[in-house]
């Protein structure tokens, strides 16, 4: 029986899969395919190279880089050796946070791609444990302590002619317990915590997924997420691999908004059978989708209109589809899909079976509107610590806003603040355990010990399971909105909706830190309040054009109350009383969202402490307070 490892993972598929197609790269204009077989010759190479320059058992190597045949190349390659992965985000930009990783895990080699190899010229004078840098995408001159991935791969060669025996023995030498990976978190509220992540937990949570969503290896998908995220990592790189299935990179250009702009190119260049997504991601591909149908007249507006309102009658909650529906029902959903949704779905490659959504909450709303057309979103749950997959919705098991059922061998409970396990359908903190959940948090005891308590990892998380076994994530425990008696309630359900249902409003914070009410920061969309304004004749530069401003945000907020469109969906209590207009957005480079574009919400409420303090005072609960009408008045000069 071979090891559950990650290099006999690949062994076994290449075993099976050898001539099948494991990546796709485009280069020179075209998507050049590689095999599973001569992926495996170009990683025994980039290992034997590694081994050459004396990486031994346990040492770490950083990577950064975006996703590549190459990234996974030194992946493989760093664990065939022996060596422990460090995957960066390449999203990181602040010298000190990449500093304090590579540093905190003692990385001796980085193999950084040439579009972030500067960050490396930055910081490496800094980092006495780095013996050598190796370039992806090597330069003509290199300094002393460089040298470029090419040459490991020379180096690899005359390794392997020589000592192919010591090649071999110290690849099959690696355990399943053995360290694989060391994931840093965002480190948003204090320093980042490496997630230890072994061969066995990433064997196990493939395993898992597999016996959970089965597919077949001519599946094909297109891997947008960074590949340095769990989610991508597992669910897309080694859950292909264990399938014998293929995944393709985006083509990078010279700018991220030029790579962001590739995505829907190479969509239907590759045609993907599945895709990885989420919230931020599929709210962009929605909203493409409508502009497109918007720019095609009101009157094929209406008509989709319609039609998602027909398919979603019809779809249900996902599990129920179908059910009560009438024979003309049928024929119109028919009839809908034939002429309107699947010329949607052409635009993704025409073979797209569904999305698999990683998010924990997700909104409902944007769920409906891809099952509507054909390409449903099926959410699933997870977290870095558990490798990262808990549960997920499958094409033949799934119910719409929830996070599907538990994947096979894994236990969760859901415990009340006593840490007594509740009844189905309360809710409480999720805590699971199995082989898929990490070793602990690198050289951070104290942090291992608060969250692994005899095998189960508490996540943060607070959700429920319903009677029909399935999940639904309420979000994070730290997140939650305390009123004045205790009572708590999660946020995200809020915002989500209020950010879709509205196109004056980008983002939405919502605080409640036991208090009597709840208040919201807002970011507005300034082109339509512009817009809106414009129409109107309304100078934002007059009091009178800043009061109808705010109040139309205010409305946006007000629709969920007693007789508003939205009324009934959530709790009153739970409903901003008072907003704070916001001129600049929460975004990665101001650092309130994290690199999976969650907001920070720490890091929010510390910077706008006061404007949420003043939101608690009689003039800040009238929304044309000052603050507000200064804050609108600038809106003008930031319009795109």
Aim: charge should be neutral.
């Amino acid at each position: 029986m071979n090891p559950r490892t990650l290099p006999w993972l690949l062994e076994s598929g290449v075993q099976k899969y050898g001539d099948n197609v494991l990546m796709l790269e485009k280069r020179d204009g075209a998507f050049v395919p590689s095999t599973y077989r001569q992926i495996q010759q170009r990683i025994h190479l980039a290992a034997a190279g590694l081994m050459s320059m004396g990486i031994q058992r346990g040492d770490r190597v950083g990577l950064i880089s975006e996703g590549r045949n190459d990234w996974v190349v030194s992946e493989l390659g760093i664990l065939y050796a022996g060596g422990i992965n460090v995957p960066l985000s390449i999203k990181i930009e602040e010298p000190s946070e990449l500093k304090f990783r590579l540093a905190h895990s003692g990385c001796r080699m980085v193999i950084v791609s040439g579009t972030h190899a500067h960050k490396m010229t930055r910081i490496k004078k800094d980092l006495p444990d780095l013996e050598q840098v190796i370039l992806l995408d090597a330069p003509e001159t290199r300094e002393a302590d460089e040298t470029s991935f090419d040459e490991v791969i020379r180096r690899g060669q005359d390794f392997l002619s020589r000592h192919r025996n010591e090649f071999d023995r110290r690849w099959q030498a690696v355990q399943e317990h053995d360290i694989a990976t060391i994931c840093y978190t965002s480190g948003t509220t204090a320093d980042p915590k490496g997630v230890m992540l072994t061969h066995v937990n990433y064997v196990a949570n493939v395993k898992q997924c597999s016996d959970h969503l089965t597919q077949p290896p001519w599946y094909c998908s297109l891997l947008i997420l960074p590949w340095d995220h769990s989610f991508a990592h597992t669910a897309g790189v080694y859950l292909l691999m264990s399938f014998g299935a293929s995944m393709a990179s985006v083509q990078v250009g010279k700018t991220p908004m030029e790579t962001l702009r590739n995505i829907p190119v190479n969509i239907r260049e590759i045609k993907p059978t599945f895709l990885l997504s989420v919230p931020a991601l599929a709210k962009n591909f929605r909203k493409n989708i409508e502009k497109g149908i918007a720019d095609k007249g009101t009157g094929i507006e209406r008509l989709f209109r319609r039609a998602l309102a027909v398919a979603y009658a019809y779809n249900r909650e996902g599990h129920n589809r179908g059910v009560g529906a009438t024979v003309k029902d049928r024929l119109l959903y028919k009839l809908f899909d034939a002429v309107l949704f699947r010329k949607i779905r052409a635009g993704f490659g025409g073979r797209l079976d569904y999305f698999i959504g990683g998010a924990a909450v997700l909104d409902i709303e944007l769920q409906r509107f891809f099952y509507a057309i054909g390409i449903p979103m099926y959410q699933g749950y997870g977290l870095t610590e558990a490798a990262p997959v808990v549960s997920a919705n499958t094409p033949h098991k799934h119910k719409l806003a929830s996070s599907g059922t538990i994947i096979p061998r894994l236990e969760l409970r859901i415990l009340d603040d006593a840490g007594v396990p509740v009844a189905d359908g309360q809710k409480g903190q999720i805590v699971v355990k199995g082989e898929n959940v990490m070793k602990g948090y690198w050289n951070n005891e104290r942090a291992t010990n608060e969250v692994l308590k005899d095998g189960w990892l508490y996540t943060g998380d607070i959700g429920y399971v319903d009677e029909d076994g399935y999940l639904f994530v309420l979000g994070r425990e730290k997140s939650l909105l305390i009123s004045s008696d205790g009572e708590k309630y999660s946020p995200e359900g809020i915002e989500e909706p209020i950010v879709a249902h509205s196109p004056y409003i980008d983002q939405v914070m919502l605080f409640n830190d036991h208090s009597l009410y709840t208040v919201a920061l807002v970011i507005p969309n300034k082109d339509a309040l512009g817009a809106w304004a414009q129409a109107r004749r309304l100078d934002s530069q007059s009091v009178e054009g800043q009061d109808a401003l705010l109040r139309l945000l205010e409305e946006q907020v007000k629709a969920y109350r007693a007789g508003g469109r939205y009324a009934g969906q959530f709790p009153e209590r739970w409903l901003p009383s008072a907003i704070a207009v916001l001129g600049e957005g929460f975004t990665e480079q101001n650092r309130m969202l994290n690199s999976t574009l969650k907001m920070v919400r720490s890091r929010i409420t510390e910077f706008y402490k006061n404007r949420i303090d003043y939101l608690f005072t009689p003039d800040g609960k009238d929304v044309c307070n000052h603050q507000n009408r200064t804050i609108v008045r600038r809106l003008e000069d930031q319009k795109s």
